[in-house]
């Protein structure tokens, strides 16, 4: 575990905290948030073309800050963000495929997907933050957290399996689904989706609706809410491997929290074009459930290397980019090669 920790340390003197590129780095961030808001205001399905648009904004947008890293310090320090850039994007391939599980067990169409993904996103901005600040002593948990999200990320894949084919529609009563279940006797809940709310108030409901309700209670959280809870999780679980990661790889936090910050502005447009792919691509789904299990069965082998003892078995943040394209290139070659015969 001394080993594991040590990646952690953080070389505060040399490049440090830069008052102009502080300002730079945020005013960047929190310009482009808010297009990105303003542009998305009206909840609707993302198209393919509007995801690549934007996909090509947050890379185009990465890649200036280098440019001005470059040109107002040196190419070093350019080249430190930009390898962390680089493998944080790497990394959030995995994120995005258990995305799709967390929607796809929620039955939540694409319109709602948008905001769902939106307000994780701003959630990840955040926690990112605090990871990077706490630095190694957040991380000695790492291993058994590990453990609890490769059972549910092969629990989400065994569950597309049964009922691949039948996810096109979304989920009317809650009742009965899992989320709801584990969390219906802790907080009040509302078992059917409530517009785009994530919480509604019971003064919102009439004698019909609260039929449909856990327990009493002066507000309630919808399916929607549960699962942007399950989405930020998902973020917090992957975010234990590469924090970690992109910090032993940048070192200096300003670097590491711009490289992190960058590639996760970019991950809900790759969602959307990932997404939007499916619904053409008839057999991507089944590569999507197969790298499901691969990333479930990587993230159990890692926490056992740091937790109890090392297997010999490590896979790169490289090998796992290629057998995840590998595996999407298959899915896709697949679907043209046996397309689904009309009826």
Same mark, same amino acid.
């Given at each position: 575990?001394?080993?594991?920790?040590?990646?952690?340390?953080?070389?505060?003197?040399?490049?440090?905290?830069?008052?102009?590129?502080?300002?730079?780095?945020?005013?960047?961030?929190?310009?482009?948030?808010?297009?990105?808001?303003?542009?998305?205001?009206?909840?609707?399905?993302?198209?393919?073309?509007?995801?690549?648009?934007?996909?090509?904004?947050?890379?185009?947008?990465?890649?200036?800050?280098?440019?001005?890293?470059?040109?107002?310090?040196?190419?070093?320090?350019?080249?430190?963000?930009?390898?962390?850039?680089?493998?944080?994007?790497?990394?959030?391939?995995?994120?995005?495929? %258990?995305?799709?599980?967390?929607?796809?067990?929620?039955?939540?169409?694409?319109?709602?997907?948008?905001?769902?993904?939106?307000?994780?996103?701003?959630?990840?901005?955040?926690?990112?933050?605090?990871? !990077?600040?706490?630095?190694?002593?957040?991380?000695?948990?790492?291993?058994?957290?590990?453990?609890?999200?490769?059972?549910?990320?092969?629990?989400?894949?065994?569950?597309?399996?049964?009922?691949?084919?039948?996810?096109?529609?979304?989920?009317?009563?809650?009742?009965?689904?899992?989320?709801?279940?584990?969390?219906?006797? @802790?907080?009040?809940?509302?078992?059917?989706?409530?517009?785009?709310?994530?919480?509604?108030?019971?003064?919102?409901?009439?004698?019909?609706?609260?039929?449909?309700?856990?327990?009493?209670?002066?507000?309630?959280?919808?399916?929607?809410?549960?699962?942007?809870?399950?989405?930020?999780?998902?973020?917090?679980?992957?975010?234990?491997?590469? !924090?970690?990661?992109?910090?032993?790889?940048?070192?200096?936090?300003?670097? %590491?929290?711009?490289?992190?910050?960058?590639?996760?502005?970019? @991950?809900?447009?790759?969602?959307?074009?990932?997404?939007?792919?499916?619904?053409?691509?008839?057999?991507?789904?089944?590569?999507?459930?197969?790298?499901?299990?691969?990333?479930?069965?990587?993230?159990?082998?890692?926490?056992?290397?740091?937790?109890?003892?090392?297997?010999?078995?490590?896979?790169?943040?490289?090998?796992?980019?290629?057998?995840?394209?590998?595996?999407?290139?298959?899915? !896709?070659?697949?679907?043209? !090669?046996?397309?689904?015969?009309?009826?």
């Amino acid at each position: 575990m001394s080993d594991f920790l040590s990646s952690f340390h953080f070389n505060f003197g040399a490049f440090g905290f830069p008052l102009e590129t502080v300002l730079i780095f945020f005013l960047a961030i929190g310009l482009s948030v808010y297009l990105d808001l303003f542009a998305h205001r009206h909840t609707k399905e993302i198209t393919v073309k509007d995801a690549s648009l934007w996909s090509l904004f947050w890379i185009g947008l990465a890649l200036a800050f280098y440019g001005y890293l470059w040109v107002r310090f040196d190419k070093e320090w350019a080249d430190l963000y930009l390898a962390g850039y680089v493998l944080e994007k790497s990394l959030s391939v995995d994120n995005l495929m %258990v995305f799709m599980a967390i929607f796809a067990s929620f039955g939540i169409a694409g319109k709602l997907q948008h905001r769902i993904l939106y307000w994780g996103i701003i959630g990840a901005l955040i926690f990112r933050a605090i990871f !990077v600040v706490l630095g190694a002593g957040l991380f000695a948990a790492s291993p058994y957290v590990g453990f609890l999200f490769a059972a549910f990320v092969i629990w989400s894949a065994v569950k597309m399996l049964q009922d691949s084919g039948d996810n096109d529609e979304e989920i009317e009563d809650y009742s009965h689904h899992w989320s709801v279940r584990w969390t219906g006797k @802790l907080i009040p809940t509302y078992t059917k989706l409530f517009g785009e709310r994530f919480m509604v108030k019971d003064a919102e409901l009439n004698l019909q609706q609260k039929v449909f309700i856990t327990r009493q209670g002066l507000r309630y959280a919808t399916p929607a809410f549960l699962c942007l809870m399950a989405i930020e999780t998902s973020d917090i679980a992957f975010a234990f491997d590469s !924090v970690p990661a992109v910090i032993a790889v940048t070192q200096e936090p300003l670097l %590491v929290y711009a490289a992190m910050i960058f590639a996760i502005l970019g @991950l809900r447009s790759l969602y959307f074009i990932l997404a939007a792919l499916t619904k053409y691509l008839i057999h991507l789904e089944k590569a999507i459930i197969a790298l499901l299990f691969f990333i479930g069965i990587k993230m159990g082998i890692q926490s056992w290397n740091h937790a109890i003892n090392d297997t010999g078995i490590h896979i790169s943040p490289n090998m796992s980019l290629f057998i995840v394209l590998g595996v999407l290139a298959l899915g !896709v070659i697949a679907s043209f !090669v046996f397309p689904e015969k009309e009826s």
